[in-house]
């Protein structure tokens, strides 16, 4: 089957903040990457604001409830009280948490599972509760993989950045491959879903496929931000949901 593409529409919002303008507009990008096909929109709301806005969130809630009553919300970042108490006014279908420090650029590991499985099993609770599907952003290492099922989430974003950063190098891409099939293939016999995310591009994306070919999900903003510049949204979006497998 193959993965849904959901757009992260933070390099959007990045870009925007730049000015004190209301362009390029994040929900406008956003309406144009659904009708394309997009299966849904993940924001990464940080609490210096520096990508995605809180005003943002309502304003995405209210297109994909108004327009696109199929398609799913994502909402990630690390699960601070503040964090959670705007997931649960804005009603995602899906929270991925991240263990993010806030002065970090960007997400650039998963959680240590034995380490902070004190931390997010009440947090996974709590947002069961709430009726989100809960998704945790975890490294290419199997090792992990039931202690994650254990806090009682449903599935784990595998941190794709190292994959990424192969660009340039087929034989490392392949090492990092295995090690991210490795982590979905027991992530699976657990009984977690499996989403990916980070550095993914047209060029990758096949590749990744076929190494996990149950993938569930796949997160994409930078490199598909910066497609967008040279195809359009909605060129870039066809061209990500054929490098998908659509």
């Known amino acids: 089957m193959p993965a849904k593409l959901s757009v992260n529409v933070n390099a959007i919002a990045m870009l925007r903040n730049r000015r004190d303008l209301p362009w390029p507009s994040v929900t406008g990008l956003g309406r144009l990457a659904l009708?394309?096909?997009a299966h849904g929109l993940t924001v990464h709301p940080r609490p210096d604001q520096r990508h995605i806005r809180f005003s943002d969130v309502p304003e995405l809630r209210a297109l994909i409830d108004d327009e696109f009553?199929?398609?799913?919300?994502?909402?990630?970042?690390?699960?601070?009280?503040?964090f959670l108490q705007l997931v649960e006014k804005h009603q995602p279908e899906q929270?991925?948490?991240?263990?993010?420090?806030?002065?970090?650029?960007?997400?650039?590991?998963?959680?240590d599972f034995a380490a902070q499985a004190g931390l997010l099993k009440p947090v996974v609770a709590r947002l069961k509760k709430g009726g989100f599907r809960v998704s945790l952003f975890a490294d290419a290492d199997p090792s992990g993989v039931n202690t994650a099922r254990d806090t009682g989430a449903d599935r784990i974003?595998?941190?794709?950045?190292?994959?990424?950063?192969?660009?340039?190098?087929?034989?490392?891409?392949?090492?990092?491959?295995e090690m991210l099939g490795k982590t979905a293939d027991a992530a699976i016999a657990a009984g977690l879903a499996v989403n990916a995310g980070h550095d993914l591009v047209v060029d990758n994306l096949p590749l990744l496929m076929r190494g996990i070919p149950k993938l569930a999900e796949v997160?994409?903003?930078?490199?598909?931000?910066?497609?967008?510049?040279?195809?359009?949204?909605?060129?870039?979006i066809k061209r990500y949901l054929k490098a998908c497998g659509w």
């Not at 009553?69 to 503040?82: H, L, Q, R, T």
């Not at 931000?225 to 040279?230: F, G, H, K, N, R």
């Open 35 to 37: 009708a394309a096909g």
């Open 157 to 177: 974003e595998l941190f794709t950045g190292p994959y990424g950063a192969c660009h340039d190098d087929p034989a490392g891409a392949e090492k990092q491959l």
């Open 69 to 82: 009553p199929k398609a799913e919300f994502n909402i990630e970042g690390y699960p601070s009280e503040d």
């Open 219 to 236: 997160s994409i903003g930078h490199g598909l931000t910066a497609d967008a510049l040279e195809y359009g949204m909605t060129g870039t």
């Open 95 to 111: 929270v991925t948490l991240v263990p993010d420090d806030p002065s970090q650029a960007t997400s650039d590991h998963g959680w």
